[in-house]
């Protein structure tokens, strides 16, 4: 199983960029794909989540700004990240969890990363202003 970033980097504030998660080893319909995000010395933080049987959930801090969507055919999950404000900056990372804690976190926003089964290596994302 593998689970693997891309598509970080330095984007000014306002700006866009697209994260990918590419997973191997598993299928989507027994696993939830959530996106976390962790700042220097802040907890992680989990910001959108989805399944191919319930759905989606964002968070507050992203709602309307980030969308998160998949590709079943190419077993990878994105996340298309706009208006971009410094304090999205963080390390993203990607993580699998079965799905019935990712319906959890979809219906009720209640999230437990210990859930997650398979993490992502993680990718840098730096917002200047």
Not at 18 to 35: P, T, V, Y
């Amino acid at each position: 199983v593998q689970l693997v970033e891309s598509g970080g980097g330095l984007v000014q504030a306002g700006g866009s960029l697209r994260l990918s998660c590419a997973a191997s080893g598993f299928s989507f319909d027994d696993f939830a794909i959530g996106w976390f995000r962790q700042a220097p010395e802040k907890e992680r933080e989990g910001i959108s989540c989805i399944s191919s049987k319930d759905g989606t959930y964002y968070a507050d801090s992203v709602k309307g700004r980030f969308t998160i969507s998949s590709d079943n055919v190419k077993n990878t999950v994105y996340l298309q990240m706009n208006s971009l404000k410094p304090e999205d900056a963080g390390v993203y990372y990607c993580a699998a969890l079965p799905s019935v804690h990712g319906a959890e976190w979809i219906y009720s926003g209640t999230y437990h990363p210990g859930e997650a089964e398979y993490w992502g290596q993680g990718t840098q994302v730096t917002v200047s202003t």
